[in-house]
């Protein structure tokens, strides 16, 4: 009823589309965009599977925002655990979407990466060793590029699991539906 089952197919299709991307990939800052253009240039279908994972994300985040959307129509924020797991589950999205745009490590994920991240400087107190931890040093280097690359390969993985108790408690109550009928 909600694209949830969508949603569903667009998170399989990104695990396998990335599993196959991570055999490829080096999170190395010297190697990582060279290790996209091998991707792309010499690996059977590469292009295809590249291609499929960005494109695929967009598809993911156009299918999420119409769930919630509809969510909202149809009151589905008063079942209350069901909703807030699933604004854990967008936060989570979001985060791994994130951290994989920086992956690449050109001129303009390098760029996203520091500034996104140096918003949180703007935390009282503990600022500078936040952004700090985040970057693994002083500035954005390859110890930022290899754990955004272990955060991008495990979320998905999480995301799964959430999804999965996001299941359980829905079908503890039912869902909305626009038929009206109970499910």
Not at 9 to 33: E, K, N, P, R, W
Not at 58 to 82: A, D, K, P, Q
Not at 92 to 104: E, I, Q, R, W
Not at 125 to 150: C, M, N, P, Q
Request: with cysteine.
């Amino acid at each position: 009823w909600n694209f949830g089952s969508l949603l569903g197919i667009c998170l399989m299709v990104q695990i396998i589309t990335g599993l196959f991307l991570a055999m490829h990939y080096t999170s190395d800052t010297s190697t990582a965009f060279s290790s996209v253009t091998h991707i792309c240039r010499d690996v059977n279908y590469g292009w295809l599977i590249r291609y499929a994972h960005a494109n695929g994300a967009s598809m993911f985040f156009i299918c999420l925002f119409i769930h919630v959307g509809r969510g909202i129509y149809y009151g589905s924020f008063m079942l209350n655990e069901t909703w807030n797991i699933g604004i854990i589950l967008l936060l989570t999205t979001m985060a791994t979407a994130f951290v994989g745009y920086v992956l690449p490590w050109g001129q303009m994920s390098f760029w996203g990466a520091t500034v996104i991240t140096n918003l949180l400087s703007a935390i009282p107190y503990i600022s500078t060793t936040l952004v700090e931890w985040i970057w693994g040093g002083f500035s954005v280097d390859k110890a930022t590029l290899t754990r955004f690359f272990a955060f991008h390969f495990i979320l998905p993985f999480i995301i799964t699991a959430l999804v999965l108790v996001h299941l359980l408690f829905l079908h503890e109550t039912g869902s909305n539906n626009p038929s009206g009928l109970n499910s």
